[in-house]
């Protein structure tokens, strides 16, 4: 059964820096592209980051590029969402999420397996 485990969240001061991590389990890590999606109180969960299977590729949400991250290791299974100037509107649930294809998506739909999110709060 495959497993995403979500991890790094908490209080952060606004303009700091975060990093994500989401370890997953019981499969071949690397067959999967990776995503991490976030939900905020009251809002539809939202995309912010994709990367290919190797690594290779990546897309951003116009509301995060140039201040988070995604990379992978797929020696450790894992996926990392490197976050920095963080604001107050980036606080939310922050969820990755597995996908059988070589890319990834924007689309939460065309993922197949998610984790339970960790909380980033962002004070101002």
């Known amino acids: 059964q495959v497993q995403l485990v979500e991890s790094g969240g908490g209080l952060v001061q606004a303009g700091g820096s975060l990093r994500l991590s989401c370890a997953t389990s019981g499969h071949t890590f690397s067959s999967y592209s990776m995503g991490w999606f976030r939900q905020a109180p009251g809002w539809e969960r939202e995309f912010i980051a994709t990367i290919s299977r190797s690594g290779g590729f990546t897309y951003y949400a116009d509301a995060v590029k140039g201040r988070f991250t995604i990379s992978r290791d797929n020696t450790k299974n894992t996926v990392y969402l490197q976050m920095s100037s963080l604001k107050p509107e980036d606080t939310a649930v922050y969820y990755c999420?597995?996908?059988?294809?070589?890319?990834?998506?924007?689309?939460?739909?065309?993922?197949?397996?998610w984790g339970q999110g960790t909380q980033v709060t962002v004070s101002s």
């Open positions: 999420a597995a996908r059988t294809w070589t890319f990834g998506s924007s689309r939460e739909s065309e993922y197949d397996y």
